[in-house]
T-cell receptor
Framework: GAGVSQSPSNKVTEKGKDVELRCDPI?????LYWYRQRLGQGLEFLIYFQGNSAPDKSGLPSDRFSAERTGESVSTLTIQRTQQEDSAVYLC??????????????????FGPGTRLTVT | LAKTTQPISMDSYEGQEVNITCSHNNIATNDYITWYQQFPSQGPRFIIQ???TKVTNEVASLFIPADRKSSTLSLPRVSLSDTAVYYC?????????????FGSGTRLQVQP
């Protein structure tokens, strides 16, 4: 079956513009995660959704970042008034479900190929 | 928040066993520890996960001591295709914040 897809694959934008990144999870996966990976660095957790709900938004870097998910499928990560420090690869992952408290190993996360964002 | 520490890089030769350790403090007590592999320009790929003691699958073993303050990923008989970056993933401590922390990653270089 199809894996996690993300669009666009590459995005170049001018500083100050808004951008919207899209993630299509694997069908039937109820949990969805967003990460940021700066060049040569590790993954930074941003936010996760259980269904359409995001229990904790404190991982978002600033109030310029927002995310939503509808219909327990597609999710969009929006960055307003982009800054050069927002340049990174934004990765999305999905899992079958998140149960109880644990997040790290409830279920294998399947990652998309990422969106490479460059802010000039 | 959870803190993790991994070696920045490791070198090995084909056929050798490689052990990569991740130290992690303040991790969620009821959550698993998971390891991922990442190749350039790709998203991470799941390798193995465990809660305590030892777990083994077809590609790796994972050792977790009783205090769960570290975990060691063991790759038996590595090949050139195992050259990649390896990350541990832990859940943040139960303080009301539901989040995840990836380690900084260990770049493994396997040579012929």
């Amino acid at each position: 079956g199809a894996g996690v897809s993300q669009s666009p694959s590459n995005k170049v934008t001018e500083k100050g513009k808004d951008v919207e990144l899209r993630c299509d999870p694997i069908s039937g996966h109820t949990a969805l995660y967003w990460y940021r990976q700066r060049l040569g660095q590790g993954l930074e957790f941003l936010i996760y959704f259980q269904g359409n709900s995001a229990p904790d938004k404190s991982g978002l870097p600033s109030d310029r970042f927002s995310a939503e998910r509808t219909g327990e499928s597609v999710s969009t990560l929006t960055i307003q008034r982009t800054q050069q420090e927002d340049s990174a690869v934004y990765l999305c992952a999905s899992t079958r479900e998140v149960t109880g408290w644990g997040l790290a190993g409830v279920s294998e996360q399947y990652f998309g190929p990422g969106t490479r964002l460059t802010v000039t | 928040l959870a803190k993790t520490t991994q070696p920045i890089s490791m070198d090995s030769y084909e056929g050798q066993e490689v052990n990569i350790t991740c130290s992690h403090n303040n991790i969620a007590t009821n959550d698993y520890i998971t390891w991922y592999q990442q190749f350039p320009s790709q998203g991470p790929r799941f390798i193995i996960q465990g809660y305590k003691t030892k777990v083994t699958n077809e590609v790796a073993s994972l050792f977790i001591p009783a205090d769960r303050k570290s975990s060691t990923l063991s790759l038996p008989r590595v090949s050139l295709s195992d050259t990649a970056v390896y990350y541990c993933l832990v859940g943040d401590i139960n303080t009301g914040r539901r989040a995840l922390t990836f380690g900084s990653g260990t770049r493994l270089q396997v040579q012929p």
